[in-house]
């Protein structure tokens, strides 16, 4: 519930030129996630935790159907807006828990899942990782990005617990989970399946699970 409070304190509170200039500025070309997805032939996507959906519209400027969802409801408005101010559907961007989104399942080839689930604990990120295997169809995927911790997550005031998740408690990431994420975790975090595991950018990795049939999510 904190962590939930925090995305929701911070979407409210964001300074909208900085916003406006990220925007501005963003690398709208492609990248190994979108390589990805065009090789398999992937079109009706899902972006979970899509924050203020620019990354939901560099996907649908590269010709994908994207839906979004986020824990935030102001996160949830600023995409719908950004992406219609070019055109792009909007109807299916929801505000949702990723631990229970309420698509149907099966409903999309793949579902993305940027720097979402390496900001939970690693016990509700097992369970979402089972969540977006259900919405995704046989022979869809699910595909993560972790990143690794870095001298300001480190130096921020926190604690860690027992399962590694760092629970911060004070200054500008008070209320914010983390967790940073070994090759034994990641085992841990897909429940054992087989992945792919690809370079996501200099320092974060992307995850691809795969759901072979109708019983592997």
């Known amino acids: 519930m904190a962590d939930n409070i925090f995305w929701d304190r911070s979407w409210k509170s964001l300074d909208q030129d900085k916003l406006s200039l990220y925007i501005e500025n963003f690398d709208y070309s492609a990248d190994p996630v979108i390589e990805f997805l065009h090789e398999r032939g992937y079109n009706s996507l899902c972006d979970a935790g899509c924050g203020c959906g620019v990354y939901s519209l560099k996907l ?24 219609s101010e070019e055109a792009y559907p909007t109807q299916d961007f929801r505000r949702a828990d990723i631990l229970t989104t309420g698509y149907t399942d099966g409903i999309f080839d793949a579902v993305v899942a940027r720097d979402v689930l390496d900001h939970m604990a690693i016990r509700d990120g097992v369970a979402a990782v089972k969540e977006l295997l259900r919405i995704v169809r046989p022979g869809g995927c699910v595909l993560i990005t972790l990143d690794g911790t870095d001298k300001e997550y480190d130096s921020e005031p926190h604690i860690v617990n027992t399962d590694g998740d760092y629970l911060f408690s004070g200054g500008k990431w008070n209320g914010m989970i983390f967790h940073p994420y070994s090759l034994e975790e990641i085992n841990r975090l897909v429940g054992g399946r087989d992945v792919k595991l690809m370079k996501a950018n200099e320092s974060g990795l992307l995850v691809v699970i795969e759901k072979g049939d109708a019983l592997s999510g």
């Open 60 to 83: 649908a400027k590269h010709g994908f159907s994207v839906s979004g969802f986020d824990i935030s409801e102001d996160a949830v408005e600023r995409a719908k807006h950004l992406l």
